[in-house]
């Protein structure tokens, strides 16, 4: 009778230790460079082994490398904070890599995917507002050209309706200047 209730007491244990183990490993994180991308895997309830999360995640799905930048090397984390603020580091370099090169779609798509990671630090937080910032600058600086160029266009059918003579050629000649002079505005503020 003592034998079984050993026997017992020792699988009680056995088990214990290898949900212990298993739940623990559910916490592990590993991210790896794998075909062109940044994969994050998650330990599974087991108590070894990961899982690639998949394209569904919003927060841990596969990330594009950018083109020339080298793969990191293979990193493991015990938890989720230490994953996000890693992640945050290598995803933000890459952001004002791509800003620097006037890729600004991919430096903002980098900084919308940092953005929702909830494990980032004080100052990690204050990286993103001023990435964030930068980048309001720079789109603001395309739309400011953007506009000069529709102005232009806008100022060249103007100008053809009343060299042509068209109905409205006394109203294109009254606003034609409004428009040059906007035009220069915009120019003017572009150029600082």
Same mark, same amino acid.
């Given at each position: 009778?003592? /034998? ?27 991210? /790896?460079?794998?075909?062109? !991308? ?19 995640? $919003?927060?841990?799905?596969?990330? $594009? ?18 994953? *996000? +603020? ?10 004002? *890599? ?8 991919? &430096? ?19 990286? #993103?507002?001023?990435? +964030?910032? *930068? ?6 600086? &395309? ?10 266009? /806008? ?6 309706? $009343? ?10 000649? !009254? ?10 505005? #915009? ?6």
């Amino acid at each position: 009778m003592r /034998a079984v209730v050993l026997w017992l007491v020792v699988a009680a244990l056995f088990a214990a230790v290898w949900w212990l183990a298993s739940e623990r490993n559910e916490r592990h994180y590993q991210v /790896a460079a794998q075909n062109g !991308q940044l994969v994050v895997e998650r330990g599974r309830f087991f108590p070894t082994g990961t899982v690639a999360l998949p394209e569904s995640d $919003k927060l841990y799905a596969p990330i $594009k490398l950018p083109e020339g930048a080298k793969p990191p090397p293979e990193v493991e984390f015990d938890d989720q904070n230490a994953l *996000d +603020r890693w992640l945050f580091d290598m995803l933000a370099g890459w952001a004002k *890599d791509a800003a620097k090169k006037n890729d600004t779609k991919t &430096a903002a798509a980098l900084v919308d995917r940092v953005s929702q990671l909830p494990g980032l630090s004080g100052s990690q937080m204050a990286q #993103l507002s001023s990435l +964030r910032a *930068d980048l309001a600058w720079d789109d603001a600086q &395309a739309d400011l050209a953007s506009a000069g160029q529709l102005l232009g266009s /806008a100022r060249r059918k103007l100008l053809l309706v $009343k060299q042509n003579n068209g109905l409205r050629a006394a109203d294109a000649t !009254q606003l034609e200047p409004k428009l040059e002079g906007l035009q220069r505005t #915009l120019q003017d503020l572009t150029k600082h």
